[in-house]
């Protein structure tokens, strides 16, 4: 494993995207403990922090975010390969918010993955936190997340523009910010 941080910004539409660049992180994926340190600060009052609670020894220290604590580096080594940590935190990312469908995700992973595999694995850790986080977000945080989402949706609105943070008539955040 390399040293320090590294970073990637996603954006994800329903609509043109302008810019790749993002103004508002909703959405930080931390795999480790400098990370989540030097990025918990880029996300927005009401946004969602997924860390993987293997390797981050403590909670983001800010209250006016969520907080999702997964062992991803746990999970992914049970499944077979710690290599594969980030997609049990896409897979916890995809059942607490259904930012993105799971099976388009998986069909995108058909299309790009060429060793079978790879893929299984990959499947697998998705699957892994996908319908825990799920069961979660129905029971405990269901009222929290949707009232995100409402805030995020009134942020966009007159935003319509190419490369604004968030698509005004979509309840889906446009800034999700990778961590690893």
């Known amino acids: 494993m390399r040293g320090g941080t590294a970073n990637c910004h996603v954006t994800i539409s329903t609509s043109e995207i302008g810019s790749p660049l993002v103004s508002v992180t909703s959405v930080l994926i931390a795999?480790?403990?400098?990370?989540?340190?030097?990025f918990e600060t880029e996300v927005d009052p009401a946004?969602?922090?997924?860390?993987?609670?293997?390797?981050i020894d403590h909670a983001p220290t800010r209250?006016?975010?969520?907080?999702?604590?997964?062992?991803?580096?746990?999970?992914?080594?049970k499944i077979g390969s710690a290599k594969s940590a980030?997609?049990?935190?896409?897979g916890a990312l995809l059942g607490k918010t259904n930012l993105l469908d799971k099976a388009a995700v998986v069909e995108a992973m058909r299309a790009m993955t060429k060793k079978a595999e790879l893929l299984d694995?990959?499947?697998?850790?998705?699957?892994a936190q996908f319908a825990q986080a799920q069961a979660v977000e129905e029971s405990l945080w269901g009222v929290n997340l949707r009232l995100?989402?409402?805030?995020?949706?009134?942020?966009?609105?007159?935003?319509?523009?190419?490369?604004q943070p968030f698509d005004a008539n979509s309840t889906t955040p446009r800034g999700t910010n990778w961590q690893n």
Not at 63 to 77: I, Q
């Open 31 to 38: 795999m480790n403990n400098p990370s989540l340190d030097k």
């Open 47 to 55: 946004g969602l922090i997924n860390y993987d609670s293997s390797l």
């Open 63 to 77: 209250s006016d975010v969520e907080a999702l604590a997964v062992p991803a580096t746990e999970m992914a080594d």
């Open 86 to 90: 980030n997609m049990v935190a896409l």
């Open 121 to 127: 694995i990959n499947v697998k850790a998705i699957d």
């Open 148 to 163: 995100i989402f409402d805030n995020l949706r009134e942020y966009g609105k007159g935003l319509s523009e190419p490369g």
